[in-house]
Every structure is written in C-alpha cells, then in structure tokens.
C-alpha cells in the first residue's frame, strides 16, 4: 500500500535540532528549529509568544554576580529582548523553567538559588510561569519547540511528559 503525502510534507524543510549550550541563548519565529539543553544545576528558560509563534531558549549557570549570559537575570533580560525585538508582547508571552538540580549534597544549593532568582525575576516583569520542572536530584534533558510552545524533558533516558506543555 502507497503511503499518500501532502504537499506540505514533501515541501517541509528538515527539522534542525539546536543545542543551547551554558550561557548561549536561541530564539526563532521558524517552524523547522527545535531548541535542545542538557542542564543539572544550571536553567533553562523558555519563553514564548504563542499568538505569534515565537520563541526561544536561554541557558544560564548562575543567580547573580555577572554581567553575562551565564547568569540568570542577563539571560533572561536578554531571551526577553530579543523575543520582543521580533515582535512578542509581553503580555502574551509564557514562560517554562527547567533545571535548578541540586547534584551534590554537602554543598551549596545554587539549583535552587538559580530557580529563585528567575522566577522573582518573571513575576517582576509580570511573565506567567506555564510550566516548570526545577530541583530534585537529576539532569534534565530539554527540547523546546518555539512556535508550538510545547517542551519535552527527558531524564535517564526517559521521555517525561513535561508540566504544562
């Protein structure tokens, strides 16, 4: 039997699979850019502006203390203004966090300071927190689909339905 194939599929372009490595940020309106991070202690941040498809990815290590996108509140004033800058409204936009893992007992937490920080700083610029899977003992792998909205979080090899997707 012949499988039958719309145009649309034979047109579509490959999906690209971009991984967002600690300090690195993606964002993108192309319905063909799935975003990819592995995080443990570190954050991701996702937001997007469902209405407009848009969306995009951040990758912090840190709470507080620097200047650079390894840190949260830079990271995430950055993934926010370059969403905007593609036309997102804040009003709109929805946010996912992801990581914040504590992986070595005996020491400071910064998973959970990591969390803290970002979402002060979501409900300070009045961001809705959609979904959110921080803590516990694990590294998570994430993939993020900006213009659908919808995350997918793997952990040990386990495709985890994720909070909210």
Avoid: W
């Avoid at 850019?33 to 209405?51: E, H, M, N």
């Amino acid at each position: 039997m012949d499988a039958v194939i719309s145009d649309r599929q034979m047109h579509r372009a490959p999906i690209q699979v971009l991984h967002i490595v600690q300090g690195q940020i993606g964002v993108t309106d192309d319905p063909n850019v799935t975003y990819t991070a592995l995080v443990g202690v570190g954050l991701v941040i996702c937001l997007s502006d469902p209405r407009l498809e848009l969306g995009g990815m951040a990758h912090c290590m840190f709470a507080q203390g620097g200047d650079d996108t390894r840190f949260s509140g830079v990271a995430i004033q950055a993934l926010l203004q370059q969403v905007l800058d593609k036309g997102g409204d804040i009003s709109r936009l929805k946010a996912r966090l992801y990581g914040g893992a504590k992986l070595h007992e005996g020491r400071r937490d910064i998973g959970k300071d990591n969390a803290i920080s970002a979402e002060q700083l979501l409900r300070d610029l009045n961001v809705e927190i959609v979904a959110q899977d921080i803590g516990r003992n694990v590294v998570r792998r994430v993939r993020f689909h900006p213009t659908t909205s919808e995350a997918t979080v793997f952990e040990n090899d386990v495709n985890l339905p994720s909070p909210g997707a």
